[in-house]
């Protein structure tokens, strides 16, 4: 039954794409923008799927169940105040800019090689993001549908390639209609059950209404308040948010698709911290040991879903950046003509899911590669892309300055720090006496906070790189003919 139901819910998705794919006709725009045309709901969706991932649902259950509410709640709520804030100041001006990447605002507002080392960021802070959805589906294909971890990665990958090297953004945004149905009907479902069975309690000093998680380091609260302000900050600068913002017709659309898509991404998420807290137990082991079979289908259909959300447009967004940004590829849209930046991207596609493959099989867990993937982020672009909106005097040696010592500082405390976010640091950890356990979560503040100050003291004695950001636009060059 959990078999069927999964390949169920894969085959609608492989189906809707198939179909919208058809209207890409052969337009490099329509593949990576879906044409600018995507309506309210459409983008709203989109938005959400980006945000409701594996790592915000089962890896929000693993964190919860173990370390308290908040540090689960945290990865939707963070991401919930991402889209908040990016509809509040950032969506309205970056849509009518005419962008197709993130990089291109940093080219545009600081020159090209900001623009390079930000694509750079990006691309191994998405790789990161998409490893984090195969661990988790690897982690349920090999318990539920009894293949092994590594071939439930391999499943998940097919399937995402299968329509998005159609479809591209369009295959993406369509079928993030039906994905967030079936989640958001799976976290309804799943919290309704265990409130009847279980209640909604909490042990002691793991429960909603126990803040001494937000206020006690000793109760975690330095790695939750982390959690939130890399994602609620950090994910701002994210190519894939933005690449949905850029595809909505209008800037008065794409800011009314975050706030829409805020609240869902908090309805979604939230439920599965809850979930985790009043259960004790991690999702998967709930589903398996307890849930009625109907309803495990479902959960587990909603969460593979989930997964292919974010991995499709994470790719696509991934594999664009490496062949506009890195690369020179651009749209050149004739008929009887191949745009070379829509092979391109295609091409770049498989290299994109080969490194997150690797990385999901060196570092499986959930939840965490998540909100290491923005805390790179934050400590790295977000100061150059926040200030650049608002404050003139930001340079192009301000903003490559804050990029390099952000990252810099940012990977040295990672690499003496032995945990990251609560979980064994098993990616870089260098043994050494400067930092234990009890440092894990103030190396994002450290990293922003050296990053904020070099931005602002090189911009202070260079000379401006151009207007503020809200006030740029794509050349001329970028329009029907030869574009991006």
Do not use: K
């Not at 963070?78 to 990016?86: D, I, V």
């Not at 000093?205 to 308040?225: E, I, R």
Request: glycine share 12%; aromatic share 8%.
């Amino acid at each position: 039954m959990i078999i069927l139901g999964v390949t169920l819910a894969i085959i609608s998705m492989v189906v809707v794409g198939l179909l919208v794919a058809r209207r890409v006709a052969g337009d490099s725009r329509n593949f990576l923008v879906a044409g600018r045309t995507l309506a309210l709901p459409v983008v709203a969706a989109t938005l959400m799927g980006q945000a409701v991932d594996t790592n915000a649902t089962l890896g929000a259950t693993d964190l919860a169940a173990g370390l308290g509410f908040w540090a689960g709640a945290g990865l939707p709520l963070g991401l919930a105040l991402c889209l908040l804030l990016t509809g509040l100041f950032f969506a309205r001006p970056m849509n009518s800019m005419g962008l197709t990447t993130l990089p291109d605002y940093f080219r545009l507002r600081f020159g090209r090689a900001v623009e390079f080392a930000a694509a750079l960021l990006m691309i191994t802070a998405f790789m990161i993001l998409v490893a984090g959805n195969l661990v988790a589906g690897g982690f349920l294909f090999e318990r539920f549908l009894g293949t092994s971890y590594t071939g439930g990665i391999l499943i998940i990958v097919a399937v995402v390639l299968i329509y998005t090297l159609a479809g591209g953004l369009l295959s993406d945004a369509y079928t993030s209609i039906v994905q967030m149905l079936i989640t958001g009907i799976a976290a309804l479902g799943l919290l309704l059950w265990v409130a009847a069975t279980f209640g909604l309690s909490a042990p002691p000093g793991m429960g909603p209404l126990d803040l001494g998680q937000l206020s006690d380091p000793a109760q975690g609260a330095v790695v939750n308040w982390a959690t939130l302000v890399a994602l609620g900050i950090g994910d701002i600068v994210a190519i894939d948010f933005m690449q949905r913002i850029f595809a909505a017709r209008s800037p008065g659309v794409a800011r009314r698709a975050c706030f829409i898509a805020a609240a869902g991404t908090t309805v979604i998420g939230v439920p599965f911290a809850l979930v985790a807290v009043s259960t004790g137990q991690g999702l998967l082991a709930l589903l398996d040991e307890a849930a009625p079979a109907a309803l495990s289908v479902l959960v587990l259909a909603g969460i593979v879903s989930a997964s292919l959300s974010t991995a499709d447009g994470a790719i696509l967004g991934t594999a664009a950046v490496a062949v506009r940004n890195v690369g020179s590829a651009r749209r050149v849209h004739q008929p009887g003509r191949a745009d070379p930046l829509l092979r391109a991207t295609r091409w770049a596609m498989l290299p994109v899911v080969g490194g997150a493959v690797l990385l999901a099989l060196r570092v499986p867990q959930t939840g965490v590669l998540l909100t290491l993937a923005f805390d790179l982020m934050l400590a790295c672009l977000a100061v150059p892309f926040v200030l650049g909106f608002y404050w003139r005097r930001g340079s192009s040696p301000a903003a490559m300055a804050a990029l390099t010592v952000g990252l810099v500082v940012r990977l040295v405390l990672f690499a003496i720090t032995p945990t990251m976010y609560g979980a064994p640091n098993t990616l870089l950890y260098i043994p050494n006496t400067l930092a234990g356990a009890s440092f894990d979560g103030w190396p994002t503040f450290i990293a922003l906070g050296a990053s904020l100050v070099v931005y602002v003291v090189v911009a202070l004695v260079t000379a401006p790189a151009a207007a503020p950001g809200r006030e740029l636009r794509m050349p001329a060059e970028e329009g029907a003919v030869r574009a991006g």
